[in-house]
Nanobody, 115 residues
Framework: QVQLVESGGGLVQAGGSLRLSCAASRSMLTINVMGWYRRAPGKQREWVAAIDSGGTANYASSVKARFTISRDNAQNTMYLQMNSLKPEDTAIYYC?????????WGQGTQVTVSS
């Protein structure tokens, strides 16, 4: 199994930045794909970004050029650098890992962007 723990959420003004972290309980060298999802109030969960073991990243169009996903396999941690934040980025952000064809989720971290 894989336990994932997110951190770094908080309250920020529009235009500001936050950096989310996701710590994994086992070596990330065995985790091929990791990603971030979010759930805004009253909306369904949506995919935000993903990164594979080779460092190839993909982004939802709504966050491209503003968010950057990265992973540090030595620290077993994945990051999401969020810049130019908008009120519509307000959501609970979840870390996701695909390990041996099973998905694992963190508990989520709240990000609130005020206008």
């Amino acid at each position: 199994q894989v336990q994932l723990v997110e951190s770094g959420g908080g309250l920020v003004q529009a235009g500001g930045s936050l950096r989310l972290s996701c710590a994994a309980s086992r070596s990330m060298l065995t985790i091929n794909v990791m990603g971030w999802y979010r759930r805004a109030p009253g909306k369904q969960r949506e995919w935000v970004a993903a990164i594979d073991s080779g460092g190839t990243a993909n982004y939802a169009s709504s966050v491209k050029a503003r968010f950057t996903i990265s992973r540090d396999n030595a620290q077993n941690t994945m990051y999401l650098q969020m810049n130019s934040l908008k009120p519509e980025d307000t959501a609970i952000y979840y870390c996701n890992a695909l390990w041996f064809n099973r998905e694992y989720w963190g508990q989520g971290t709240q990000v609130t962007v005020s206008s």
